[in-house]
């Protein structure tokens, strides 16, 4: 959704969705170099950075996770978080 020249994203992944498997294979990268601000509406996901830091995300978290991260959700429920940042970036990868 676009409002006043930004533009915000709902993600939406299932069990067993893992950036490195499910877009990054197909772009040909390890890793996600887009830049995330946000919030978990719900479901848990891991946010996993090149350098080994290592951070889970939970409903009613605000996340900002940095270019050079792979991402996956934990558990058997979706995760669902809105994007403040980094929507229309990631969008253009699909």
């Known amino acids: 959704m676009h409002i006043g ?3 915000l994203g709902r ?7 893992k950036w490195s498997e499910h877009v990054g294979r197909a772009l040909g990268k390890k890793s996600c170099d887009v830049e995330h601000v946000g919030i978990v509406v719900s479901g848990r996901a891991t946010a996993a950075m090149d350098d080994g ?3 889970e995300l939970r409903p009613g978290d605000i996340f900002f996770i940095e270019p050079g991260h ?3 959700v934990l558990g058997d429920e979706p995760y669902v978080s809105l994007h403040l940042l980094g929507a229309r970036d990631y969008a253009a990868h699909k």
Do not use: L, M
């Open 5 to 7: 020249g930004i533009t």
């Open 11 to 17: 993600a939406t992944y299932e069990p067993g969705w």
């Open 53 to 55: 830091r290592i951070f």
């Open 70 to 72: 792979d991402s996956w």
